[in-house]
């Protein structure tokens, strides 16, 4: 076979699994917009189709108008962007701290840390909401972003470390001759050059925040205080489920976690493949 008919089946397979990898992973998405607008009367008498004979908005209008969505909408950007910022502060400070920092019990500390990523989260539901209950953390928000902030900031210090790792130390040497104090040379040196690494770190955190269902819907039983994705067992009822309103709701719950990224993806490649090569 010539050298330029292998590289044109190589390159064939190359786009052609890419395309199929695409298709797999946008269909669901592309199926949860369809039915979002697809009328009720439509959604079981057309059966399968790409598109309805007749679209609407109206199940996005009753979510926003005429349910509770938009509370559940707020409590999850609240509890998401409170467990991120958390998440990002210590993460930073505690990955700072290994990189650069020996001291005594560092391997234990280590291992204590992954070995907290170990345990299936269900196991801790209930030791978590009896610790919970006495301090009247339960149906609080700010009980959320405590167990979120708990359970991602090992992943999240791990992350920053691999990142301060890659930042050479001559930097915080230079600076201390220049008179800069260890916390000021972080701070203005270290820090601004970790933003690839904060960036992936708040926007890993903030979709798994987001997402979480098994803790908002054990800890939460109040209405006022219920995320989205506990906000969207509302729209199953005893006989029946409203698909279109839920697939709306999922459309809109879609938007923060785009977003998100959108803003951070200057800095999230960076940030991903800190620390991956050495020398």
């Given amino acids: ?16 699994l890419l395309a199929i990898y695409l298709f797999v992973a946008l269909f669901p998405l592309f199926w949860l ?41 707020r409590n999850s950007v609240i509890v998401s962007a409170g467990t991120a910022i958390a998440v990002a502060i210590i993460a930073s400070l505690s990955g700072y701290a290994m990189s650069r920092f020996q001291f005594r019990g560092k391997f234990w500390f280590i291992g204590l840390m992954l070995i907290t990523q170990m ?9 978590i909401f009896k610790m919970f209950s006495p301090l009247g953390l339960t149906n609080s ?7 979120y902030t708990a359970f991602n900031v090992p992943f999240a210090t791990f992350l920053m470390q691999s990142f301060f790792d890659g930042i050479p130390k001559e930097l915080e040497e230079a600076a201390s001759i220049d008179g800069a104090s260890r916390f000021r040379a972080f701070r203005q040196i270290i820090l ?9 770190t708040l926007g890993f ?36 489920v409203d698909f279109g309103q839920m697939m709306a709701a999922g459309v809109l719950a879609l938007i923060p976690a785009c977003l998100s990224f959108l803003l951070i993806q200057r800095y999230l490649v960076q940030g991903l493949t800190a620390g991956a090569v050495k020398g």
């Fill in 1 to 16: 076979m010539a050298p330029a008919l292998r590289r044109g089946s190589y390159w064939t397979l190359h786009y052609g």
């Fill in 33 to 73: 917009l369809k039915v979002s607008v697809t009328p009720n009367d439509l959604l079981y008498s057309e059966g399968i189709r790409l598109w309805p004979s007749r679209a609407t908005l109206e199940h996005f209008r009753f979510v926003l108008a005429h349910s509770d969505f938009p509370l559940f909408f």
């Fill in 119 to 127: 345990f299936p989260l269900v196991m801790l539901v209930a030791p």
């Fill in 141 to 147: 928000l700010t009980g959320l972003i405590i167990v």
């Fill in 192 to 200: 601004p050059l970790t933003l690839p690494g904060i960036a992936a």
């Fill in 205 to 240: 955190v903030f979709t798994a925040a987001w997402s979480e269902l098994l803790f908002a819907l054990m800890l939460i039983s109040k209405t006022d205080a219920s995320t989205f994705p506990v906000g969207l067992l509302s729209f199953v009822s005893k006989f029946s």
